[in-house]
């Protein structure tokens, strides 16, 4: 059974920093695409960043226009997972953090994601 579980949401201040992380179990994600995606109240859940396997051990991320230069999506291997780095961070970036993972093999960074993590409170304030 697969289980993807986010950590280390939380709350900051405007310009401030966070690392939330996602350790998967039940399969080994390294060679399958796996992502972020984040939704605030009142929207759809929106792609934040993805890393597909590209070969030996190069990944290739991908990043929504928002936070593209302060957001870093990284593979965590030991926890068969990924961690998003976020700095400079702003008070549009509050919503609940989704870890995703594709179903199968792939290199596409935006999905299709058949795995989803419960989800993780992110909160900036101004």
């Given at each position: 059974?697969?289980?993807?579980?986010?950590?280390?949401?939380g709350l900051v201040q405007a310009g401030g920093s966070l690392r939330p992380?996602?350790?998967?179990?039940?399969?080994?994600?390294?060679?399958?695409?796996?992502?972020?995606?984040?939704?605030?109240?009142?929207?759809?859940?929106?792609?934040?960043?993805?890393?597909?396997?590209?070969?030996?051990?190069?990944?290739?991320?991908?990043?929504?226009?928002?936070?593209?230069?302060?957001?870093?999506?990284?593979?965590?291997?030991?926890?068969?997972?990924?961690?998003?780095?976020?700095?400079?961070?702003?008070?549009?970036?509050?919503?609940?953090?989704?870890?995703?993972?594709?179903?199968?093999?792939?290199?596409?960074?935006?999905?299709?994601?058949?795995?989803?993590?419960?989800?993780?409170?992110?909160?900036?304030?101004?």
């Amino acid at each position: 059974q697969v289980q993807l579980v986010e950590s280390g949401g939380g709350l900051v201040q405007a310009g401030g920093s966070l690392r939330p992380s996602c350790a998967a179990s039940g399969r080994t994600f390294s060679r399958y695409a796996m992502g972020w995606f984040r939704q605030a109240p009142g929207n759809e859940r929106e792609f934040v960043a993805g890393t597909a396997w590209r070969g030996l051990s190069t990944y290739y991320t991908d990043y929504a226009d928002s936070v593209k230069g302060r957001f870093t999506i990284s593979r965590d291997i030991a926890k068969n997972g990924v961690y998003l780095q976020m700095n400079g961070m702003k008070p549009e970036d509050t919503a609940v953090y989704y870890c995703a993972a594709a179903g199968g093999p792939s290199s596409d960074s935006r999905g299709p994601y058949a795995y989803w993590g419960q989800g993780t409170q992110v909160t900036v304030s101004s």
